[in-house]
């Protein structure tokens, strides 16, 4: 079992940056792939980014890659999506979520989620 906090989610203007945080318990963190989904209103949850227990692979949609980069520290139990250059449409709740498969790009995918943080993006 593994809990999941997000933090850092927030306003901001059309081509700005933020930090989304996602702080796990339990000892056996390392041993998870974690990824970051979205939902947009009135849409489905999609796939952002994953990445593998060792942070050595990572994945990502099309539609963010070159913007956003997912980070790991397994010392701290927590995994990052750091977001630049965002867009209007980059506008969701963003959830940690964390998977004993290698891979995971798809939200059934994934066993254990967090609440969610919402990310606004204004043009």
């Known amino acids: 079992q593994v809990q999941l906090v997000e933090s850092g989610g927030g306003l901001v203007q059309a081509g700005g940056s933020l930090r989304l945080s996602c702080a796990a318990s339990?000892?056996?963190?390392?041993?998870?792939?974690m990824g970051w989904l979205r939902q947009a209103p009135g849409k489905e949850r999609e796939f952002v980014a994953a990445?593998?227990?060792?942070?050595?692979?990572?994945y990502y949609v099309d539609s963010v890659k070159g913007r956003f980069t997912i980070s790991r520290d397994n010392a701290k139990n927590t995994v990052y999506l750091q977001m630049n250059s965002l867009k209007p449409e980059d506008t969701a709740v963003y959830y940690c979520a964390a998977t004993t498969r290698a891979r995971a790009t798809i939200q059934y995918e994934y066993e254990y989620w967090g609440q969610g943080t919402q990310v606004t993006v204004s043009s």
């Open positions: 339990g000892r056996t963190f390392s041993r998870y792939t």
């Open positions: 990445i593998s227990w060792s942070g050595g692979n990572t």
